[in-house]
């Protein structure tokens, strides 16, 4: 399994782009736990908190002890193939357009059986590893794969519909001043893009990176400045066909008081990269990457919006900022539904404070922004929705999640 | 008494509730009784939707003092009869109109697959959407795993079948299948080829119950319901089914008929793929278990064998219209057992067999039922 796919041809300009297709959407209410567990890359399934059995298909109480309160719960992901299965055929145009699919009846360590998408090396008796990913839906299905296996899935067209790898892939990263924008470029050509396009606004600016990023090789650095329409649709009449993956990553970070004067004017700034920033991208590339969500092994694949924490909850003396990231973030949530249907993944990846100047205050730990990057270029590779980077980050979202009160309190004491 | 087969059609313009009053006509011209006169009514269907079961009294002009609804899929028939059959007799009801309806518009099948039950929609159909192919292609891979069975060996079961619905006008397949066409058939799923799979139909089936003294009383003749059985979700320790319910139930099936399975004179199988019909002759007893191949191949399943089995060609040939399949081989049963299958007769039928199965909801069929008929003099 690990032997790198070529990268495709160069596209017949007259042969038509073949139209995104979805499998089958429908999930029960209870079966979006998994859909949340999946969009982090976890492997969960309900457990019954009274009696601890594992239960699959997803369930509204459990079929041990009847607790009615199951819970989304990380278990142990392998097991033992019972059987598989070639389907040949299928009624859904989806799968057909990708016949064969293997099918897998695996038995899981944990307790339940499981259906599963299995990876043509997958034999009955066998040890595997199962994932749950989100499929072409958005929707949350099995993955299984040999234990002992590549942990390479790529040559698995059925695996490349879960994820959004950039091998091959052509990336667009918004921002070239924000400090990521260097190690992720390094790093989507480390997993095999084809092409990094960096965004620079303002070229009479000083700007250091420049030099090192074109001695990396396929990247190439255009104009755009995202406060401005006519420089966004310029940039994508050029390269809005050849947008694979788009990374936005407008940083904007400047401290301020809401009870300032000078205030206003700083919001309408960051604002105008960040969040209309990301509503003038979206007008300019997404229909065309909507358009061209199953256009062959190099179609548009997913948009990432890179965000803080502070999306979430403002942060006390960078308060236009943190507007920014809130709106940032349900810009996100919108594109993620214009988005649905076109296999397009939309990606958040939320950040706590990263290691540069303007935040050269505040005290460790801060997330390195090649971190950042790495885990951008993982999340992609592995199909998730949704990943939090750092220390802080997780740190946050597990207090926010159990008591927003709490971490607002404590965020005054900085 | 009454046995009423519509003949079944590839594709229907027509919705269930057509094909559902179809039947009810049917069973007026085989009774001579008014359908006024059914106080009760019995149905099962996928595709009635929006309607529950009682929309159709109305909708046929009937009264009724009795109205179930079965959504058992294959199983549906047996569990139609043994609630009818309890009803009847604690005086609830007295004749009960049995019916089994589906229609098949050109993407019915395809959507029924989509939103079968919670568990196929959330958990098997997304991992490539092979529907009930799928499912028994991992039973079938079990099996033969198991018990060392080959393609060949459920292909006797298809071929012996399609020879039997050569002689039912009414089955949808008209040419005969030779074993080398049955092992060189196209893959649908692996190890299941085209002809291990039924082809989905539009159709009806249906029969009237009643007691004995209301069909004397119509001078009309039918089928005596000896023993019944009904069972859902057994064995689910088992990691992949090779048993059904049968296995729990047969030796009450045959006590409380007072007969033994070599006492049958013609059997009908639920036989949506002929793994589960292997398993069938195994659990209701006419072979031990896991000795289904040779059993297969030491007896003649047609018409006129040593083994009469599926006559009508079963779903396999004659096609399966919904929920009527599992109602396709009791009607069979009934006929046979009255001596008017006419082109499918078994000489000298006088005790039939007829089982059903059921509702694959996740991995493994949950309903599992049988009913043994007798001829009158019996």
Not at chain 2, 44 to 56: H, K, N, Q, R
Request: glycine letters at 10%; proline letters at 6%; aromatic letters at 8%.
């Amino acid at each position: 399994m690990s032997i790198q796919r070529p990268r495709p041809p160069r596209k017949n300009p007259l042969s038509r782009t073949t139209a995104p297709l979805l499998p089958p959407p429908g999930r029960s209410r209870a079966a979006h736990g998994l859909t949340q567990a999946a969009a982090l890359g976890q492997f969960a399934l309900h457990q019954c908190p009274e009696c601890q059995t594992v239960s699959y298909p997803a369930r509204d109480a459990c079929p041990k002890c009847l607790c009615g309160n199951l819970v989304v719960t990380p278990v142990p992901n392998g097991g033992t193939v019972l059987s598989v299965t070639t389907i040949q055929i299928s009624g859904e145009p989806y799968f057909r357009r990708l016949a064969p699919a293997r099918q897998a009846l695996i038995a899981l360590d944990c307790g339940p059986t499981i259906v599963a998408e299995a990876r043509p090396d997958c034999q009955t008796g066998m040890r595997a590893s199962a994932s749950l990913q989100l499929d072409k839906a958005g929707q949350p299905v099995i993955y299984a794969r040999p234990e002992n296996g590549s942990p390479d899935s790529d040559s698995d067209p059925h695996w490349r519909e879960l994820v959004a790898d950039p091998l091959h892939r052509r990336c667009l990263i918004t921002d070239g001043r924000n400090p990521i924008t260097l190690p992720l470029a390094k790093a989507l050509l480390g997993s095999g893009a084809a092409k990094v396009l960096i965004g620079i606004s303002e070229r009479w600016k000083p700007f250091a990176d420049a030099a090192k990023l074109e001695a990396l090789g396929a990247v190439e650095l255009v104009d755009l400045d995202l406060a401005d329409d006519q420089s966004v649709s310029a940039v994508a009449a050029d390269y809005g066909a050849r947008t694979d993956i788009l990374i936005h990553n407008a940083l904007h970070l400047r401290p301020g008081s809401i009870l300032a004067g000078g205030e206003l004017l700083k919001a309408r700034d960051a604002m105008d990269v960040s969040y209309f920033g990301a509503l003038r991208l979206a007008h300019h590339f997404g229909p065309i990457m909507r358009a061209r969500g199953a256009d062959r092994d190099n179609s548009a694949a997913a948009w990432v919006n890179v965000l803080s924490i502070f999306a979430h909850l403002s942060w006390p003396g960078f308060a236009a900022y943190s507007a920014t990231q809130a709106a940032s973030l349900s810009f996100s949530q919108a594109l993620r539904a214009e988005m649905r249907g076109s296999g397009v993944r939309v990606l958040d990846v939320f950040t706590g404070p990263m290691e540069i100047d303007w935040l050269e205050h505040l005290p460790p730990p801060k997330v390195q922004p090649s971190a950042v990057a790495h885990e951008i270029v993982a999340a992609l590779k592995s199909g998730e929705e949704e990943r939090w980077v750092g220390d802080v980050a997780k740190d946050f979202r597990e207090r926010f999640r159990a008591n927003p009160k709490e971490i607002e309190r404590d965020l005054w004491r900085q | 008494m009454a046995p009423v087969s519509l003949t079944y059609q590839r594709y229907s313009t027509k919705p269930a509730q057509w094909w559902i009053g179809a039947a009810l006509r049917g069973l007026v011209d085989a009774s001579g009784i008014p359908h006024s006169g059914f106080d009760g009514l019995s149905l099962a269907s996928f595709t009635l939707g929006p309607d529950p079961a009682i929309a159709m009294t109305q909708h046929f002009g009937m009264t009724t003092r009795w109205v179930d609804s079965l959504a058992m899929g294959g199983a549906s028939g047996i569990a139609a009869i043994r609630r009818a059959a309890r009803a009847l007799e604690a005086g609830d009801v007295d004749i009960v109109a049995c019916i089994a309806a589906d229609t098949n518009y050109t993407d019915t099948f395809r959507q029924l697959l989509a939103g079968f039950t919670r568990f196929s929609q959330d958990a098997v159909y997304p991992h490539g959407a092979g529907g009930a192919n799928a499912s028994f292609a991992h039973l079938t891979n079990a099996y033969m795993d198991r018990y060392g069975v080959t393609r060949a060996d459920f292909g006797r079961v298809c071929v012996a079948q399609r020879q039997n619905a050569l002689h039912n006008p009414r089955a949808i397949m008209k040419k005969p299948l030779a074993l080398e066409e049955y092992l060189s058939a196209r893959p649908i799923v692996d190890p299941l080829g085209l002809f291990d799979c039924v082809m989905p139909v539009a159709g009806a089936e249906a029969f009237l119950l009643m007691r004995g003294d209301t069909m004397r009383k119509h001078g009309l003749k039918g089928a005596r319901l000896l023993a019944s059985i009904e069972r859902h979700n057994a064995f689910p320790e088992d990691p992949v089914q090779y048993r059904g319910g049968w296995a729990l139930d047969v030796d009450e099936l045959y006590g409380m008929a007072g007969v033994a399975p070599g006492d049958i004179d013609v059997v009908q199988t639920y036989d949506d793929y002929p793994v589960i019909v292997m398993m069938q002759f195994e659990d209701l007893g006419f072979c031990a278990k896991g000795e289904s191949a040779a059993f297969v191949a030491d007896n003649d399943l047609t018409i006129g064998g040593s083994f009469p089995h599926n006559t009508t060609g079963g779903q396999l040939s004659a096609g399966q219209a919904g929920a009527a399949g599992g109602h396709l081989g009791i009607v069979e049963t009934i006929r046979q057992v009255t001596g008017t299958a006419a082109s499918t007769q078994v000489e000298g039928a006088r005790l039939g067999l007829a089982s059903g199965f059921g509702m694959i909801n996740y991995d493994r069929g949950l309903a599992s039922g049988a009913v043994i008929f007798a001829g009158e003099d019996l």
